[in-house]
Nanobody, 115 residues
Framework: QEQPVEAGGGLVQTGGSLRLICAAP????????MAWYRQAPGKQRELVAD???????AYADSVKGRFIISRDNTKNMVYLQMNSLKPEDTAVYSC?????????WGPGTQVTVSS
């Protein structure tokens, strides 16, 4: 089953930045409301940011003002620019549709922020 593929994670110090990339199959991405999610160890997956096909965006309060979600509708790509990273941002980040039913979940990309 087709699924998004994420990349761009890594280890960064507090205050640093990372840019995550999601390549989504066209049948998942095209015209759809997309989102980035994260799951920290022992916690439930949470929605971090979402973006409509028009480009309108929304953010969780915990990342508002620090993260920027964007998309390239010609390449079926979704991006997450993460600035001023904090240790509590440490998690596996995944992209998917913003609403159920979801596509199969990809492997995600690990983001680790050291204090």
């Amino acid at each position: 089953q087709e699924q998004p593929v994420e990349a761009g994670g890594g280890l960064v110090q507090t205050g640093g930045s990372l840019r995550l990339i999601c390549a989504a199959p066209g049948n998942i991405f095209r015209g759809n409301h997309m989102a980035w999610y994260r799951q920290a160890p022992g916690k439930q997956r949470e929605l971090v940011a979402d973006i409509l096909s028009s480009g309108a965006t929304a953010y969780a309060d915990s990342v508002k003002g620090r993260f920027i979600i964007s998309r390239d509708n010609t390449k079926n790509m979704v991006y997450l620019q993460m600035n001023s990273l904090k240790p509590e941002d440490t998690a596996v980040y995944s992209c998917n549709l913003a609403e159920a039913p979801f596509a199969s979940w990809g492997p995600g990309t690990q983001v680790t922020v050291s204090s």
